[in-house]
C-alpha cells in the first residue's frame, strides 16, 4: 500500500490543522490505519489510531480529547483533526497501515506539523 499525507504546516499554539492520508494499491476496510509522530530528536511514537472496519479509535493519552481519528474507507482516506495544538506537538507526522497491529506495515513519507507558542 502506497500513503501520502497531506495537510501538515506552521500553526500557533491552540490553532488547528486537518491531516489526510490517501491511499493506493488496496481496499484499506480490513486495515488498523493511523497516526504516528516524530519530534525533533526523539523517537517516533504512536498518536491515534483506527480499527479495521471503524469498530473503534485509541489515542495516546497526550492527544485525547484534542485529536480525532477517522476513516472514509471509500475514498482510501484517514484523517486526523488536530485542535488545541501545543508546541510538543510540533513533529513528522506519519501515515500507517498494517493488517494486523502486530505488524510494522506501511508508513508515508510523512508530513510536518510546527506548533508555535
Known amino acids: 500500500v502506497h500513503l501520502e499525507e497531506s495537510g501538515g504546516g506552521l500553526v500557533r499554539a491552540g490553532g488547528s490543522l486537518s491531516l489526510s492520508c490517501l491511499a493506493s494499491?488496496?481496499?484499506?476496510?480490513?486495515?488498523?490505519v493511523g497516526w504516528f509522530r516524530q519530534p525533533p530528536g526523539k523517537e517516533r511514537e504512536f498518536v491515534a489510531a483506527v480499527l479495521p472496519n471503524a469498530r473503534g479509535t485509541n489515542y495516546a493519552d497526550s492527544v485525547k480529547g484534542r485529536f480525532t481519528v477517522s476513516r472514509d474507507d471509500a475514498r482510501s482516506t484517514v484523517y486526523l483533526q488536530m485542535n488545541s495544538l501545543k508546541s510538543e506537538d510540533t513533529a513528522t507526522y506519519y501515515c500507517?497501515?498494517?493488517?494486523?497491529?502486530?505488524?510494522?506495515?506501511?508508513w508515508g513519507q510523512g508530513t510536518q506539523v510546527t506548533v508555535s507558542s
Open positions: 494499491g488496496s481496499p484499506i476496510s480490513n486495515y488498523f
Open positions: 500507517n497501515m498494517r493488517r494486523t497491529w502486530a505488524e510494522v506495515g506501511d
